[in-house]
């Protein structure tokens, strides 16, 4: 399941009403958390232990719906990250604007050492 954030669906409303232009980001990064994430982006992403957002990438959307493409992989936990089960995209790598949010199929536990690969076509955007 997933969700566009209160950010984006204003930003939609205001572009596809003549209102305002906006226009796409030139990436957009994963983030993760330990809950779920809300549309109005006050859910608690991940800090410390050497996390960051990485950049993820997406195939063609179709029938209604939108894929990553690609392994994402973070790098090495230097601490406990607990138990990772959602997900963010973000506009920016640090601080921006959430974009969308949802939730693996599966929680990991992620440790001291261990390194967090989601792979291709882990993350989905549906369109409701």
């Known amino acids: ?4 954030s209160d950010y984006l669906e204003l930003k939609f409303l205001d572009h596809f009403t003549g209102r305002a232009a906006t226009s796409a980001p030139a990436a957009v990064y994963l983030g993760l958390s330990t809950a779920s994430m809300n549309d109005d982006n006050s859910g608690t992403e991940l800090t ?3 996390y960051s957002r990485k950049a993820v990438t997406f195939a063609a959307a179709a029938s209604g719906s939108i894929s990553s493409n ?28 959430q974009l969308f949010h949802g939730s693996f199929s599966q929680s990991k536990v992620i440790g001291s050492g261990d390194i967090l690969k989601v792979a291709s076509g882990s993350v989905t955007i549906t369109a409701a």
Do not use: P
């Not at 399941?1 to 566009?4: G, K, R, V």
């Not at 090495?76 to 920016?92: F, L, M, R």
């Open 70 to 97: 690609a392994a994402v992989e973070f790098d090495a936990a230097s601490g406990s990250w607990g138990t990772v089960s959602h997900w963010a995209i973000y506009d920016a790598s640090s601080s921006g604007n």
């Open 1 to 4: 399941m997933s969700a566009m």
């Open 48 to 50: 410390g232990n050497n």
